[in-house]
């Protein structure tokens, strides 16, 4: 190929040299146990969408979990730490989540991920920034996807949502024990990906048989003109058909809102998924307040507007004086929920803080930790499943989620093929001020 | 039965919507040889001014003029602002053609980071001027409203008289002519610069029409009207980008196309059946459906 | 087939005397310098300027194709994203399949974006200007979608593209970072040679002519349809090896992997750095890269809302963009350059 002996002398002598350099490479310097961690501070990182459809329904986690952490460091910190949160928009795309997340492992050396959020995302970015060769941990992922809890896929990952299986299993459950809506046909609307496409498995593991193939419609892609087409063909099934709808809130509103143009608002009776059932977001959204009055959803914390439960006040007080302009909802109440949670974790891993002691310090002690949510944490030293139940409720005229019937029920299951049973757990008082004491 | 009645009365609107989109690509293109990117951004922008002017007097016809005249002052301000000195700088070499896309395609990321910074990024809603609720046929309610009736009613008029300008009238001829050859223009004492530039502030005001008839029915945000342009685009590309009426036929293609394939065969096909549509019509007619004589290559 | 004409090519050229890129002598030289330096360098770099680095290299893959394209052939083409998802999929599912070393699967990615871009190509030959970019802007917008029509393509979670541990030679300690790096450069480095070469060949003498006046080209006996076609095949592999490299980066792919946005931040990056000068394309990689880190330094300074630091990176993306037609529509080296 080459036909000049010179410049062919200069390419072999040039492969020679390169070939002593590789060998001859000099070892970088590895990450550390404690890494992110000096006499004074922790730093923590989280990786999660700002903008789009999901940042609809997520956007106001880090500025809520920053709010919490701020109030813990105007109060001691951890064992005299303080917590700084660096928090970076990945937009929902898996390719932004791998590079943010390596930036937050590599450049901003943070000792944990927090908090990270979505499927696709997060399984990319887990990989992607070495997240278990490098032992960091990623704490309470924000997504209800299953897999995150197995130890041989991510080591190091928590979960804390139930998963979307768990809720779906519970929907069906619930659509069975109730009179007035077991012997109606039953309808699935799901977007195209996580959210929708484990809850149509978890229906399937709950029992659930649909009355037509679910409608999938891609991310982004539910216009009105296919929601006003779903629910016309719709309205020809007999009774009250049960709308089963597992997206997010702004396709949530777009169904409600053809319900409405088309006059079925009455015709259905609507399920939402707790991801799209945000009421005050629906409310913004134009969604009127007699339509989404009577919508059922699933949740496993106390209302957001709730103020006689003790968890919501105490954070909405926090919200107030630190996360100031933001409205208090069910995400502000998530973010700062999952902050406590961390502080616990921190807590509890005690002074010789090191990554490898914060898990342990989960899987030991984090079923016990204290925390806003009405279902049980499952963690211990073979789960890393966090909530694993939900009570359905009924949004009223004023966007509150209030018990079905009245009476809160807790029922917990798993995401495999275990039943839906009713629980009694009761969930632990909060610490005094909202301040962890473990 | 009323499956197919939904499924033609959503494509129309949904047509109607992609139409506004379309004509005003169709009247840059046929004034300027450009496609315009920003129009996305355009029409945005002056949704975000009509929804403050909603804000502010509580009236959505208010809100449309000023969206509409907000429309075309912008648009006559990018040609003359921004377009002209690109094109005085840029006369040389195969890079003509691609510089004023690629400019129009940087202008739309910079009117939409600047909405969001001064707007936010969250959903505002518009309410409709008249009902949305579907209008009740027989003791059936179809999944047409008035607000439906009225969006159809004013792009039909939108392309008759944007048609008339065009075929009719001395400034539609100067308008057609600057674009097909600006010096023979120049020579017969157009002033092809101003006419321009009238062309962009036409399709400024159209796009300004679109994002107000389009954003009560969804929501509004800074990249609120980018689906629209793809598919806007996609329509005017089918219709042939040479007439007002092709872009309206081409919106309508594609309306039907996309509705009734996900009617009857899958909600998940949205964007695959747009591109199926488009890759058939070009390959049948490479020109579009209503372009006429072949010969103009670019 | 294509190599063999190519290899007769530089017998021709070899006597005659070019500046600088033109002397494919001088070409393989830089080249291997090039490769050389660069290894020198990732021993002295931390890990997180490898993985940019890597996306660096990726990005100017990206970027190549689009230059061959649009800058050598005069098409424009809004879906190199679609191309590089074909690219990205075929490679994982090499791997997670047919279970064929990692190498095999980038290779594997530019073969088969390459066919599809073969045949893309011949059923659009005939169109031109905006026809053309209506069509890739429909390719982008709806190829990633049909993934999940087929559930070998993993549906939305995608499949995992794992090029594995890095070789046991290097030892335990090998940074995967600087593995990525030395893969994405390498790859980078073939590229950029390949299509400095076409450039310089027969092939890129043609692709001018078509670009410039394609009555003229036809005039003298080019075949402008088939040649339109060679151009965007040989794009489309390109562009499905970058393809191919980001997902080894991101370590899977899946169809929000690829959205409309990544076509047009490929062509941006490409119209920045000079349209018609290769030289440009590692530097539009690194504007690419560094330009969300310079909007957050900025941000961090100057302090600001939430939404200004949403949108500040694709604001400056944009105004550079825009900056770049209007005062170096030819690239910046073009400023010194003479014509070709």
Known sequence: MIRNTRTKRAVIASALITAGAMVLSTIPAQATETTGVTATSIKLGISSPKTGSAGLVYGKVPGAMKAYFDYINANGGVNGRKITLVSHDDKYLPRLAATQTTKLVLNDKVFAIVGALGTATHSNAYNAARLARNNVPSLFVNTGFSGFASKAKYPTAFMVLPSYAMEAKIMAKFIKDTPALAPQASFLIAQDDEFGIDGVGGFKSGGHTFAATPTLYPQGGLTSALAEGALTSLSAVPGKPILVLFGTTDTTATILKAAEKLALTNKFTFMAGSVGGDANTLLALGVKATTVDGVISASFFPDAKDATDEYVKQFMEINTKYNKGVSFDNTVLQGMNSAMLTVQALRAAGKNLTRTGLMRAIDTKGSTFASAGLAPLNYSATSRVGYNGYWIGQLNAKGELKPFGGKLTLYTTDSASAPVTASTFVRKSIPKNGIPNN | ?298 | MLKHRKKEDKKDHKKKSHSSIDSPRKRLFLFILGGWLLLLLSNQVDEFSLYQGAFVATYAVGIASIILLTGYSGQLSLGHGALMAVGAYAGALTINNLKWHPVVALIMATLIAGLFGLLLGAAVARFSGPYLAGTTLALAISLPSLANQFPILGGQQGLIFDVGATPARFGDEFSPYKWFFWIAALAALIIIWFVANIAASRFGRTFRAMRDNPIAAQLCGVNVARQKVTAFAISSGVAGLSGGLLVMLITGVSPSAFPLSLSLLLLSGAVVTGLYNLKGVILGGLVLVVIPEIAESLLTRIGGSENLAISLPGFLVSALLILAVMFTPNGPEHIFKRKH
Do not use: C, H
């Open chain 2, 1 to 298: 039965m009323t499956q197919f009645i939904t499924a033609v009365l959503t494509s129309l609107s949904s047509g109607a919507i992609y139409a506004l989109m379309a004509l005003a690509l169709v009247l840059v293109w046929r004034s300027t040889r450009v496609v315009n990117f920003a129009q996305a951004g355009q029409a945005v922008l002056t949704t975000y001014i009509g929804y403050e002017v909603i804000q502010r007097t509580g009236s959505y016809w208010i809100a449309l003029v000023a969206a509409i005249i907000s429309g075309a002052i912008i648009g006559a301000f990018i040609d003359r602002f921004f377009m002209r000195p690109i094109f005085k700088r840029v006369t040389s070499g195969p890079i003509v053609l691609i510089a004023p896309v690629v400019a129009t395609l940087g202008l739309l990321g910079i009117i939409e980071a600047v909405i969001g910074i001064v707007w936010g990024l969250n959903n505002q809603s518009i309410e409709p001027p008249v009902s949305n609720a579907g209008l009740n046929v027989n003791g059936t309610v179809i999944a047409f409203s008035l607000f439906n009736a009225f969006v159809l009613g004013t792009v039909a008029l939108a392309m008759i008289l944007l048609t008339l300008l065009f075929q009719k009238t001395n400034i539609g001829l100067a308008l057609r002519a600057s674009a097909y050859s600006p010096e023979i223009s120049k020579l017969s004492g157009i002033k092809v610069d101003m006419v321009r530039t009238l062309g962009w502030a036409i399709s400024g005001a159209a796009g300004g029409l679109a994002g107000m008839l389009y954003v009560p029915s969804t929501y509004l945000f800074p990249n609120a009207m980018d689906i629209l342009l793809v598919f806007g685009f996609i329509a005017a590309v089918i219709g042939g980008l040479e007439s007002m009426v092709g872009a309206v036929a081409g919106a309508m293609v594609l309306g039907f196309a996309i509705n009734f394939v996900t009617t009857y065969i899958s909600t998940t096909l949205v964007f695959p059946t747009a591109f199926v549509v488009l890759i058939l019509v070009l390959l049948i007619r490479p020109s579009g459906l209503f372009a006429g004589k072949k010969g103009r290559s670019a």
